[in-house]
Structure formats: C-alpha cells, structure tokens
C-alpha cells in the first residue's frame, strides 16, 4: 500500500509543477493526498485536538496559537501578522510537495485538479475551539464557561471604503460525533453541556448592539444579546453574510466561500484586553475596525442585523444531517446545506464503499479511524492509499473530476468516519440588505 507519511524529497519549483501533478494523476488515478495545513489565530484558544494550543503556552513568535486546519486550500490566511503561504495546502507527490495555489496557476493543470469548479472551490477548516473556563461579565448563575471564537460578522471586503456585504464571507458549521465510535471518546464534555451562540435574540435593538460595540476590549456583553444553542452532533448551521456569532467550544468542520474576511466584534469572553489604551486600541485597530473609522460605521457596514435577529433563524438555517443512504457497510450523511455540500461517510470495520466518479471534485478529511482508499477504473489497477485521522501525511485527499474511489475501514473497533466538501452551489440563498453594496 502506498504511504506518503514517509519522507517528502523537496518542494517542487514553479515550473515544474504542471508536469509533477500530471503525473501524480497519472500515476493515482485521480487521488491526491494533501499535508495538513495548520493556521494560528491570536482571538481564540483550543482543546489541544489539532495541536498543543489551550494556552498561551503554545504560542507562535506572533503569539498566535495553531487552532484551525484548512483542507485543500488554495486560499492563504489573512491575519493582522501575514505568514506567507499560511493555510495554503501542499499537495504529496513522489516528485515532492506542491502548493495548491501554484498548480492552479496552469490552466491544464486546474482543469485536471477542479474541472470547471475552481472558482466555486470552498475553503473548508476544522476549529479547535475552546481554552481556559472563564466567567462571563453578564453570568447569572457564576458558572465558568469555556470561550466560543469571539463574536464577529462577516461583512466582504471594503470597495472604494465601503464594506461589501454581497461579497461577504457565506459560511457553514456541521457539528461531528465525538462518542465512543470515534478516536476522540473522552477528549471533550458531553455535547448536552456545550453551546454555540449565532444570531441576535429578536427582541434585542440595536441601540443595545451599538452600546455593546462600544465595550470591545472592556467586557464581553455582547455575547449576552445572542441566541444559545446547544451543540447538537450530526447537525449544521449556515451564516449568513453579517450575521453575528460566536462558534462554541467544539470541534467544528465548517465550509465557506473562499477568503478570510472578518471584523471581531466582541474580545475573547471573561476576557478583557489588558495592556492599558495602547493595547487596547493596536486590538480594536486589527481586528474590529479593520480600516473603518469608528464603531459608528462598523455598525452600519458590517452587520447584517435583519438576518442576525431574525425570528426565524434556526428555521431556516440550522438542520437535521440525516442519513441519505444506508447499507451493511454503514451510511452516508449530508452535512452541509444552502449553497454548500458536503458528505459524512461512516464505514463500519472491515467494509468498504465505493463512491462513484462525478463532474464534481471534492475534498476529503478522515475525521475518525484508519483505513485505504484507491480509485477504481476499468482495465486499471492502482495501489491503495493509507489513511489515519489526524495523521501529518494521510489524512487529507482530494478527489478530481469523474474518479470512482474505494474506500476500505481497516480497523476492527472503530468506525472509519470521512467527511467532503463539494463545490459551492452558484443557488443562491443569501439576501444582503438594499443599502449595501453591489
């Protein structure tokens, strides 16, 4: 069986990329593996899931700590301190590591890897959310919690000074088992005892909302205006375009357009900015106003407040990620709804499924278990793929136009949980406000 988790020769030059992913096509049938792509962020901290990353401890030079993994990404992380080439995906071959964004700089070569998809190619990531328990300002009860992201919207980047909400950052979260089937049993609390805060409770104003802008950095009363909802496994949620919301401490696997726009609208919960007014401002600076000039016009330009107080959000954007085929070898799941799709394939030990080839490519993550996968064709045999979750080297695949693959659960305990993301949908659901930019 093939293994790339053994040792990668060099990183291939510019202009020799197209021939080396050609031949790694040739070579797999279509299958490609994908190191894992690990990104710091400097507003939120983790459960030490992906990486060492629950503490201040774990911080990089930045002080950034490793919480997010992006799949198969062409995009490169946009934080307040640029690393070039973070989060951008480095595709395995014999001849060595190829970054993503490069091959699809050749024509051919994008084609071979996307097909007609590559501009409606997502960018996809797994959060490790959590960190220290703190008390939040607004807490009734005194109970600690364990801190979501911060709360923060999504509103496009600025055009002529002016942020674009139709171009805004439309994401999804889908929530993954974490029991006794799945390599990480006994790591996090039972999901009953963790929430997830998205969208603005309907009767809160938004006087309530501005003065709560106003407390950045200070308090966290901006979490107590938004709806809480308990972590529900096997379930997602789309966010729309300047919707407020907070993600909980649980490791997600969310989708979204492909970029990395955000303004914070909220510091980390129990958390206040210390450092005095010079600290302060170099944070609100950064990460809440991003170049608009005060939270007058943040308000006004970034938040979606129809959609962040709609009485019916969790109508319309959160389901249910039933079963939509079933079999001995176990059952396969849609996991992202809207303009997004994905799929959870949940093999039993010691079977296999057999995914036929489409128009669309897809990326795959193995979220629990080990296993193979190999494409399948007429007339041809190719050699099989090691696959184990959380591996550096093994854990991460893409799968390119019209390739039928095979993949096997190797293990004899534990179900072989692998999870996709297809290309976005050109469906639209998303509505931005009149006034906002076109």
């Not at 308990?230 to 970029?259: C, D, K, L, M, Y």
Request: charged letters at 25%; hydrophobic letters at 35%; glycine letters at 8%.
């Amino acid at each position: 069986m093939l293994s790339m988790a053994s040792t990668i020769p060099k990183t291939v030059q510019e202009n020799d990329v197209a021939s080396v992913v050609r031949a790694a096509l040739e070579r797999s049938g279509g299958v490609l593996l994908a190191s894992r792509s690990m990104v710091c962020r400097e507003m939120y901290n983790g459960r030490n899931i992906l990486a060492p990353n629950a503490s201040s401890a774990n911080n990089d030079s930045r002080g950034y700590v490793p919480v997010e993994r992006w799949i198969m990404s062409k995009t490169s992380a946009e934080n307040p301190i640029v690393v070039e080439g973070e989060g951008v995906s480095l595709l395995l071959t014999d001849d060595g590591e190829v970054r993503l964004d490069l091959a699809c700089k050749d024509k051919a070569t994008d084609f071979a890897l996307f097909g007609p998809y590559s501009k409606h190619w997502p960018l996809t990531k797994v959060l490790d959310i959590g960190g220290v328990a703190y008390l939040p300002s607004f807490s009734k009860k005194g109970q600690e919690e364990v801190p979501p992201i911060p709360a923060h919207v999504h509103p496009g980047y600025q055009k002529n000074g002016v942020c674009c909400m139709a171009d805004g950052k439309l994401e999804a979260y889908f929530f993954p088992p974490i029991d006794d089937s799945t390599i990480y049993a006994g790591k996090l609390p039972d999901p009953d005892k963790v929430i997830t805060r998205l969208g603005l409770r309907p009767e809160i104003t938004k006087e309530q909302v501005r003065g709560a802008l106003d407390k950045f950095g200070e308090d966290d009363s901006l979490y107590g205006l938004m709806n809480v909802y308990p972590i529900e496994p096997n379930t997602s949620w789309t966010i729309q375009p300047g919707t407020i919301h907070a993600p909980g401490p649980w490791p997600t696997f969310e989708i979204q357009r492909a970029q990395d726009d955000a303004h914070i609208l909220a510091w980390k919960l129990g958390q206040p900015v210390l450092g005095g007014s010079k600290m302060l401002s170099k944070i609100w600076s950064s990460n809440f106003a991003k170049g608009l000039a005060d939270a007058d016009t943040v308000m006004e330009q970034t938040i979606h407040y129809q959609a962040s107080r709609d009485p019916k959000f969790k109508e319309k954007w959160f389901r249910d990620c039933d079963a939509v085929e079933k079999g001995d070898w176990g059952c396969r799941r849609r996991i992202f709804h809207h303009e997004f799709n994905g799929e959870g394939f949940e093999i039993l030990p010691g079977k296999s499924y057999e995914r036929p080839g489409a128009e669309e490519p897809y990326a795959a993550l193995v979220w629990s278990g080990s296993g193979t996968v190999y494409a399948v064709e007429k007339d041809k045999e190719f050699e099989a793929i090691d696959l184990q979750a959380l591996s550096t080297n093994n854990s991460e695949f893409l799968v390119t136009p019209m390739t039928t693959i095979r993949m096997t659960n190797t293990s004899t305990s534990h179900v072989l949980l692998i999870y996709t993301v297809l290309p976005i949908s050109t469906q639209t659901y998303f509505v931005a406000p009149k006034d906002w930019v076109d």
